[in-house]
């Protein structure tokens, strides 16, 4: 099955204390995102990828590192998390950076106490 | 600065109403635009997108969207809604001349019996 799969699902961790969100898609897509969604504000992006060892900063990226290494995994990386970091974090993917549908994974809820 | 616009937090409509949800964008070009869905705790999924052609576009669940470049908007349509279709609505754009995607803040759609 065609799949975006994120893990955890949810975690609650403290402030400072470093976390990785991984994400891996199925579908040899060679786009890849992360946003993070907060209310009244809608889906806002934080990094994307448009292949393997190439990425860029979204609209937020402060406090936030990604990888790409493997066109199938991107995880999200934050060294020092902050409670306004706590959030709703979804990984996308696509077969293009333009006009291609974007496959979402099911979401990590993080809380930073 | 580049920007999409959902005028409508939330919106209630009966079943068996239309439906019509508003989307306005400010680029310099015309982008891609799109409209995807959220059900209570899942991710998005894909309504329909735009970028040329025909500016009436048809999607899945009976939905369809109209461009109107003059006003810049990408309004989403249905001519009746059912109670499946309670869920929150995004309008996202991709520029043309970059790789990022911007969403709107969202409209929760309501639907009462």
């Known amino acids: 099955e065609a799949q975006v799969t994120q893990n955890p699902r949810y975690l609650i961790t403290v402030t400072g204390k470093k976390l990785t969100v991984t994400c891996s898609q199925n579908?040899?897509?060679?786009?890849m995102s992360w946003y993070r969604q907060d209310p009244g504000l809608g889906l806002r992006q934080i990094y994307y990828s448009m292949n393997v060892e190439v990425t860029d900063k979204g609209d937020v990226p402060e406090g936030y590192k990604v990888s790409r290494k493997e066109k199938r995994n991107f995880p999200l990386i934050l060294e020092s998390p902050s409670p306004n970091q706590t959030s709703l974090y979804f990984c996308?993917?696509?077969?293009?950076?333009?006009?291609?549908?974007?496959?979402f994974g099911p979401g990590t809820r993080l809380t930073v106490t | 600065a580049q920007s999409v616009t959902q005028p409508d937090i939330h919106i209630t409509v009966s079943e068996g109403a239309s439906l019509e949800l508003r989307c306005n964008y400010s680029?310099?070009?015309?982008?891609?635009l799109f409209w995807y869905v959220q059900s209570p705790g899942q991710g998005l999924q894909l309504l329909l997108k735009y970028f040329s052609g025909d500016t009436l576009v048809q999607g899945i669940k009976g939905f369809e969207a109209e461009f109107k470049r003059s006003q810049s908007s990408f309004n989403l349509r249905k001519p009746s809604v059912h109670w499946s279709d309670a869920a929150e609505y995004f309008c996202a754009v991709q520029n043309t001349g970059g790789f990022k995607t911007i969403f709107g803040a969202g409209t929760r759609l309501f639907v009462k019996a």
């Open positions: 579908m040899n897509h060679e786009y």
């Open positions: 996308a993917s696509s077969l293009s950076a333009f006009g291609s549908e974007q496959y």
């Open positions: 680029y310099g070009a015309t982008p891609y």
